[in-house]
């Protein structure tokens, strides 16, 4: 079975999952399919899966992931001892764990296609990640405060394990409050990090997109508060900065020059 093959496959059972977005004329590109799948993923709402779906589903995504080209941690020069700094897509990379900035709720982002991190790693995860953080939150009972910190496997994704945490939203002027809880995210995941005795962790940068944390003071609070755990840390080894944007490379080569 070819790619777009396995992508009418899945795109045939998230319609029968979901009868409202029917009928829909199923296109014959592949990036025009892709579009449609990852627009079903991202709506579909959290269930369990059809097990012949999660292994088509699977397979596909390994696939994709694989053409887009994995990087390894181990592969990576530090710019400091233990920290790194890699421009590039947060899913393509192999680490004991990577950070996803997420929404009070944890099932990620329900936009058909958007942008935010949120949305790539639970479209390249699988429909997994949706159930198990939906598991956690009925566990919890209650949405997830800013500043604090869960992890669910990666499924899909090249890292194992995926730390999810909620930013501050910064409306209005920057304040002391958002400082501190921005902190406590960083603190939060490099503690779990820790707790379960992974080597390697990546950060994106929390709260710098749709949350509106000024990148400059985002940037200097992740390699402070990291810097500082670093000097007591026993299994982590290695930190990764992880980056997008050109704006933000240049912002954490200046910090971590010295």
């Known amino acids: ?49 059809d097990p012949d779906f999660l292994a088509l589903q699977d397979t596909f995504l390994q696939g994709e992931t694989a053409r887009k080209g994995i990087t390894r941690v181990g592969d990576l020069s530090p710019l400091q001892e233990g920290l790194y700094l890699w421009q590039g897509d947060i899913t393509t990379l192999q680490a004991d764990a990577v950070v996803n900035a997420a929404n009070s709720q944890l099932l990620g982002c329900f936009v058909p296609c958007h942008s935010c991190i949120d949305n790539a790693i639970h479209t390249y995860a699988g429909v997994q990640l949706r159930q198990a953080c939906h598991e956690l939150m009925l566990w919890q009972g209650t949405p997830e405060p800013a500043g604090t910190a869960k992890i669910t496997p990666g499924y899909n994704l090249p890292a194992d394990w995926v730390i999810h945490t909620v930013g501050p939203i910064v409306s209005g002027g920057l304040t002391p409050e958002h400082c501190g809880l921005l902190r406590s995210c960083y603190q939060a995941c490099l503690a779990l990090a820790e707790e379960r005795g992974l080597q390697s962790l990546a950060f994106c940068c929390i709260s710098t997109g749709e949350f509106r944390f000024p990148p400059e003071q985002a940037a200097a609070i992740a390699v402070k508060t990291v810097k500082t755990f670093m000097r007591e840390a026993r299994s982590l080894k290695k930190i990764v900065f992880n980056v997008y944007k050109d704006e933000d490379l240049k912002i954490y080569q200046s910090l971590l020059k010295n």
């Not at 795109?11 to 799948?37: D, H, V």
């Open 1 to 49: 079975m070819n790619r777009n093959e396995q992508m009418l496959r899945l795109i045939t059972a998230l319609l029968a999952e979901q009868p409202e977005y029917n009928p829909i004329k199923i296109p014959e590109t592949a990036q025009e399919r892709w579009r449609i799948l990852r627009s079903l993923m991202n709506l579909r709402p959290p269930m369990p899966a």
